[in-house]
């Protein structure tokens, strides 16, 4: 299995250049033992490639294919994202390769856990995992900050950061994931949207614990001024709940499912609790 920058070897790979495309790793054909909860595809040389189906993907279909995610296609500007944190060494993010015979990125495969069901990320909130998280945003941010890639922005925002976004290994955050929607922004933004997602701000919180988490986040940080921290987590339940429903209505079917799922409603619970915990939490930030 690879970690972030690792490059898998074999004549069927060959490193990628922004654009280039890659051969997928051949692993027998149907009938190979262990091959009953794969799909099959043909590869190139003749072969067949296994795809497994990587739970937890609510908008968008991710296989693994041996020592790689196949995924639908980014945007240039992730690509090259994506491809500049690789060239820096970071491991917290997985490695651009190229994109395969069906135009789907091919990324490095990160081994770890990724809790994607809600029940299981509660076992996550500990203090070290928060100021894992938030430790592994900053170096993003600070290899991000004055670049290119942040041109309109402070730094470059994830924008979707969550616990199933992210890979685990002994319950510490090791890796980010999915980073569709990556973007210049605030740094705020998206240390605001670790203390939503991560700390678990919304129904069945006890208001004092997670004040005292989303303070944890902000100096784990190093987050300077906090004084809209809290605002720009309502601002993010928000824009999250609006704009599943707009696109949704829209006929998004990615979004309609969610919509379907009940995401717009608990989104909106989320943003009503802490809405009501504002000051609770601001005090703790004081």
């Not at 069945?204 to 100096?219: F, K, Y």
Request: aromatic share 6%; net charge negative.
């Amino acid at each position: 299995m690879l970690a972030a920058g690792a490059t898998p070897a074999g004549p069927a790979f060959r490193p990628a250049a922004a654009g280039a495309v890659v051969a997928a790793p051949v692993h027998g054909g149907p009938g190979t033992p262990g091959a009953s909860a794969a799909a099959w595809s043909g590869g190139w040389q003749g072969g067949f490639v296994a795809e497994d189906l990587l739970a937890g993907g609510s908008v968008s279909a991710v296989v693994r294919v041996g020592d790689t995610v196949r995924r639908p296609a980014a945007s240039p500007f992730v690509r090259r994202v994506l491809i500049y944190l690789g060239e820096r060494g970071w491991a917290g993010a997985p490695r651009w390769l190229g994109v395969d015979e069906r135009g789907r990125d091919v990324l490095s495969y990160l081994d770890g856990d990724v809790p994607w069901q809600r029940e299981r990320q509660p076992a996550m909130r500990t203090d070290a995992a928060l100021a894992g998280i938030a430790t592994l945003v900053r170096e993003l941010h600070d290899l991000t900050a004055g670049t290119e890639l942040a041109e309109g922005g402070e730094v470059v925002c994830h924008n979707d950061l969550s616990p199933r976004n992210t890979v685990y290994r002994d319950l510490l955050p090791v890796a980010i994931l999915d980073w569709d929607i990556a973007a210049p922004g605030r740094r705020l933004h998206d240390v605001a949207h670790v203390c939503w997602q991560f700390v678990g701000l919304g129904p069945g919180a006890d208001p004092h614990r997670a004040g005292r988490q989303v303070r944890l986040v902000a100096e784990a940080y190093g987050l300077g001024e906090r004084g809209e921290l809290v605002d720009t987590v309502l601002w993010w339940q928000e824009r999250c709940w609006r704009g599943i429903a707009a696109k949704a209505a829209a006929g998004d079917p990615a979004m309609s499912r969610l919509r379907d799922g009940g995401a717009v409603e608990a989104v909106r619970a989320d943003q009503d609790w802490t809405a009501t915990h504002h000051d609770v939490l601001e005090r703790a930030l004081r």
